[in-house]
């Protein structure tokens, strides 16, 4: 996909995000202009912000702009992110796929069918993405391109280290003259292996995202939504016995501690969303997919802790 916005704003152009984020679409076939996107996403996200600002505000709820700061962190991030999950779903079914792929074409060259029959025969078989994959290789092959530089189109294409080195390992046997045939099969198991392994980190590390989810999106939120209501409460209680000059004091500090736990649940929600991230998947990135979820199960227990605990204590309002 071409950065048709991008191309034209020089300094734009030059900025990496942009780039990568044009290979994810490209990668998820999301057929809009990267930068166009990014415009669409924060203005829709400034919209639902305001409107969620301004109609809750109405609502006479007191929250309203600590709501419409979430509504818009959440849809932006959201927007922003969906094309990279789109594009990480679809590399992991590449992933997924690719060790049958090499199986059937390690099959088809022992069967006595040359490298462009291989590749078709894949390209026909039901792979997923993989398959569109090996129809562009197959072009390139169609074109007059040699064997090593169209499969090369696979490893452009497709953003993943597994595929790349994959890729180079076959087109380094080609060279070397060694037998495909038994080169693919032993890339095959080695391929379905990591992938296995990859799959049974997600199954092993269950439990600790799970905990982190728990601690993280909701229990450390409520803590401190009990905390902000036992804080009112005190306040309200020494109403009576404190001066004024002491209770405008008190209800600075008071203002001061609430932006300060609102500040720590936001911070504490996108570190949890890194490690989930990393311990998942191996990869920081792929926060941008919890951290919303987070930070809107976080925040929503916090304001019901605020809730609850003012109902039971009778205090806050």
């Given at each position: 996909m071409a950065l048709r916005l991008a191309s034209k704003i020089p300094l734009i152009n030059k900025i990496q995000f942009v780039q990568k984020y044009a290979d994810y679409l490209r990668s998820a076939e999301f057929r809009v202009d990267p930068l166009l996107w990014i415009m669409l996403s924060v203005l829709a996200s400034v919209i639902i912000g305001l409107g969620a600002w301004y109609f809750l505000g109405q609502a006479g709820i007191t929250r309203n702009i600590q709501v419409g700061v979430l509504a818009f962190v959440v849809v932006i991030d959201l927007m922003i992110g969906y094309p990279y999950l789109m594009a990480v779903k679809r590399i992991e079914e590449i992933e997924e796929a690719l060790p049958d792929a090499l199986r059937q074409m390690a099959d088809t060259l022992k069967a006595g069918g040359t490298y462009e029959y291989a590749l078709r025969e894949i390209a026909t078989s039901e792979y997923g993405?993989?398959?569109?994959?090996?129809?562009?290789?197959?072009?390139?092959?169609?074109?007059?391109?040699?064997?090593?530089?169209?499969?090369?189109?696979?490893?452009?294409?497709?953003?993943?280290?597994?595929?790349?080195?994959?890729?180079?390992?076959?087109?380094?046997?080609?060279?070397?003259?060694?037998?495909?045939?038994?080169?693919?099969?032993?890339?095959?198991?080695?391929?379905?292996?990591?992938?296995?392994?990859?799959?049974?980190?997600?199954?092993?590390?269950?439990?600790?995202?799970?905990?982190?989810?728990?601690?993280?999106?909701?229990?450390?939120?409520?803590?401190?939504?009990?905390?902000?209501?036992?804080?009112?409460?005190?306040?309200?209680?020494?109403?009576?016995?404190?001066?004024?000059?002491?209770?405008?004091?008190?209800?600075?500090?008071?203002?001061?501690?609430?932006?300060?736990?609102?500040?720590?649940?936001?911070i504490e929600t996108a570190i949890t969303s890194v490690m989930i991230s990393i311990m998942r998947d191996g990869k920081a990135g792929k926060s941008i997919i919890y951290f919303p979820i987070l930070l809107f199960i976080a925040y929503s227990a916090y304001i019901a802790a605020e809730i609850l605990s003012g109902l039971l204590v009778g205090g806050a309002g």
């Open positions: 993405p993989l398959k569109k994959e090996m129809n562009e290789v197959l072009r390139k092959l169609e074109e007059g391109e040699n064997f090593d530089n169209s499969l090369k189109t696979l490893s452009e294409n497709v953003d993943s280290r597994l595929v790349k080195r994959t890729i180079t390992i076959i087109i380094d046997s080609v060279r070397a003259g060694a037998g495909l045939a038994g080169v693919l099969e032993e890339i095959s198991e080695d391929v379905r292996e990591a992938f296995r392994i990859n799959k049974d980190r997600k199954a092993r590390t269950a439990m600790q995202v799970i905990f982190m989810f728990a601690a993280g999106g909701a229990i450390a939120p409520m803590i401190f939504g009990f905390v902000s209501t036992i804080t009112h409460v005190l306040l309200t209680a020494s109403a009576g016995v404190a001066s004024a000059a002491e209770q405008a004091s008190a209800i600075k500090a008071l203002g001061i501690i609430s932006i300060s736990i609102e500040a720590y649940i936001f």
